[in-house]
């Protein structure tokens, strides 16, 4: 509501969000997509039916009503509707939400939850994310392709696969579209896709979810640098689009605007692994060169910088098979991870590819794959290779960074975990 | 290219589509994501070495080049680059697909398939059609949410469900997002989605995927008809957004472009079942009021319309239970399929909700569900339940209709039905 309908009348539809009912006057808080108004309904202007009705009235009731909206600096929002309608849609008794309940209760009762401020504004957050993201790509040229979330075969292993019964075979759940991807360049050279992947992770962590939305890319001719540029310049682009676009959502949710717009301006400093063992030594953490980075060694790293940040040139025993090493040391892969600062750790990762045939089947071998289950994807190395390179974000990773979450679950209306598979 | 280029020095890279060698010149044709471009490569300028790996180089091969690019009527596009560098990148010695082979073999070499003229270019109509999908909605002022993929309950009956190992659980991939979309309403109202959806189809259509993407819509307050009005608007409005940007594809895919201009203006026609049955019977079709539209009795309707139509009211026993039933005859729900002409038959499936919580339960008792599996489909209906609609958009058989293809699998880069899993 904004000025220009003061003294106008509106009619609203909704839901009951508070209510009183003082004297003959309900004072009913009514909640619709667009946010919260104040409405008063009069026993004398809409009869003592409606406003008995409304001191027993559940919460979350459905509503209609019409009336004058007038200026009233004690409302939230500072109108309010003096109705001269007022009609009950949907009763509500004894909604199972009413604050101070425990967490799993609560995901339970998903399907309710997601009625709230926090997960309503998240959502809207999401929203913004996921048009940006694309529109990044749809304005620089790339093609959009939907490759299958059904295959045959494992990306990064099999521990984490969830197998599918697929007719009279077994299937398993895409992990990540990148060798699809892979396939597709050699027909329209720059190509994302926007699908949910799968990871049956057994520990359950404020940052891992076993089915997430997935924003992957992948470009012809591409070296890791060419596909750093794109990251950073994704990232930017969609926290200026937020900023932009979600201030509103951005403050009810208690996110510091200011860090944010810290995040709008690529380029994002990059550190070489060797210097993040050496950081991480420096500080205490004990950890050698040629471990992985978990979540606890990234979070110490997120506090040396005040900006998204990179990580490459990994040991290439850390890494996927696919990856590229470095003609420079042998001993690295040319990959790299993109971490969110204030603790968030990594948002992206991607890699140059290997795309001679032999280096890239010793990989498979050395990893102890079977050559037999990349047959298809060998083949991309044997007709027209061409160097290239990719990577993919995690949407609820950046979700959660962008809005503050402090756990990944609020970042999808319906979080899929170990243990939880209802709503 | 275009005549602003002609006369300067341009560089190509892409992959060799054809080559022939005469005398010491190469004639090779280069494609690239934006189309084939003729090159001529001189031993005179580029050496001897070059001229004769082309003469035995595979089709396919990748390659970077630099010349001069000159009018030349007799090279497709009328352009050529007389090239005074010519390299190769990636080798390829026998590509697999020569032409001519059979559709078994073309899907398990999919990989490469897809480097095909026809596949690539109807892929960039499809992106065109998400595009402009997403554009409807978002320009509309819906909100866009993730739903999940793993579910622990059918929407549409159990038989051609997927089942997913799922940690210690069994749960079965979506359907369709429906039942959470219907959630969701209650806090931003007018939601849509895009996923992929999963049907165990046992027979093997050319109108049938066991994986395919879905662009679905849910809205609080709409009824039917607004509901309808969406959907035509939607389908319109991407037919336009494709005709405006794809006319270059569409001519390579042999589409009429006159007949798709038939379809961007709405209203489209509207009929209920009863009549769809009464114009099947006059022809002869051997149906009864009660039986459901099949593939058969699609075609046969559409041939009466020269535009996508409604048909509506169905009787309730082949619907869903999730439909409203008809307020002035309980025997038919408020559903509303909408076909596309030229026999290609369902593209869209949408009705208004039961919002009624002992109509739902009763319906589910009618078809047979357990109410316990619905727990939390039939809790929206018990805290301020309201009236709403919504529909699912098949994106491939959209794509399918606009692009004129004969098979939904080449709608979709690598196709799953029964039997088909690699690549």
Redesign the interface.
Known sequence: MSNSFVGRKVCV?G??YRRSVVGGKAFVRVR??TGVIQVVVDKKKCGEDIVRTLKDI?L???VKTCGELVKQPRAPGGYEIQADWFKV?????D??IKGGEGIDYLLD?R??W???RK??ET??I??SV??AG?EYF?ENGW??????????SAVEGGATL??????D?T?Y?SQSAQL?LE??I?????VWSL??S?R?E?SRTRRHL??Y?HLEAEA??YNMEDMMRVAEELVAHIVQYVLEHNRRQLEILGRNLEILKNYVEPPYPRIRYDEAIEILQKKGVNIEWGDDLGADEERVLTMEFDKPFFITHFPKEIKSFYMKLDPENEKLALGFDLLAPEGYGEIIGGSERE?DYNKLLNRIIEQGYNPEDYK??L?????????HSGFGLG?ERLVMWIAGLDHIRDA???P?F??R???
């Open positions: 539809r839901w009951i619709d997509s559940g979350e009731a459905s849609v949907g009763y509500s008794r909604f199972p009762n399907h309710l997601i009625r709230s997960l309503t959502m809207k999401k929203h996921l048009r694309r749809i093609w959009e392709v939907t490759p299958p979330i059904l295959t045959a969830f197998p599918v019964k697929y007719f075979k299937a759940l699809y396939a597709l050699y027909s329209l050279e720059k699908t949910t799968f049956a057994k076993a089915e939305w012809a001719w795309d298809w994807y083949d991309l190395r044997k007709y027209g290779s061409v160097p949407i999808i209306p319906f899929r170990r243990g598979i209802y709503p």
